[in-house]
């Protein structure tokens, strides 16, 4: 295995530990408190989500980087070359990050909605425990497995369309705004060694 995706797997490791966390503490503390409909919307939510998600990771593992070069100078076609090149990390956090979280807050879901029910047979609520865990879970291997086969077919235009959406991003934003900042600490770098050159070479002239 190479360093850098060593690298990688360990800052994958790190981050799904602290996001499923995290996320557990949020999804334990606020949604047994929810309403049946606010349940309902937050599992279907998370299921659309982890399905998006897998969608883009399937996509991006699919598709083939000459494919994007088609579309150099259309919207994204920057932030799209990114993703093909970064084909490993990009199908690891979509489908494996993300589809945990996702995992992880549906299932809470799942267990906002049987409370709710209040169901106080001890048999009775195990069991509805176990359907509304099994349905959620085949809901998603199914949405999963419809959009897999669209997501091979149209690997192009699901990556651009990603790639267009994440031009609006706040991460890319302030990526962009980092490299203008080094770009400007360059140019006035490189100013100022053009005038330190400038004023050696007037005190070579004079002492000539």
């Not at 897998?54 to 593992?61: H, K, L, N, R």
Request: with cysteine; hydrophobic share 45%.
């Amino acid at each position: 295995m190479k360093k850098n995706n060593l690298h990688w797997a360990f800052k994958t490791f790190v981050l799904s530990i602290f996001l499923s966390i995290a996320f557990s503490v949020v999804s334990q503390s606020l949604l047994p408190n929810l309403s049946i409909f606010l349940s309902l919307f937050i599992i279907a939510f998370f299921i659309v989500f982890s399905v998006a998600f897998d969608m883009i990771s399937v996509a991006v593992t699919s598709i083939k980087i000459e494919q994007i070069y088609k579309h150099k100078g259309e919207k994204g076609y920057q932030t799209a070359v990114k993703l093909c090149e970064n084909t490993e990390k990009v199908s690891s956090f979509c489908g494996d990050v993300v589809g945990d979280i996702c995992g992880i807050l549906s299932g809470a879901g799942g267990v906002s909605l049987v409370l709710n029910m209040h169901i106080y047979d001890e048999t009775l609520y195990f069991l509805a425990t176990c359907l509304v865990s099994s349905i959620i879970a085949g809901l998603t291997i199914f949405g999963k497995a419809v959009m897999k086969n669209y997501s091979v077919e149209k690997c192009e235009k699901v990556v651009m369309k990603t790639a267009g959406i994440m031009e609006f991003s706040p991460l890319v934003w302030l990526e962009n705004v980092k490299k203008r900042k080094a770009l400007k600490q360059s140019k006035q770098k490189s100013n100022g060694k053009d005038d330190t050159k400038t004023k050696n070479s007037q005190k070579n002239v004079k002492n000539d």
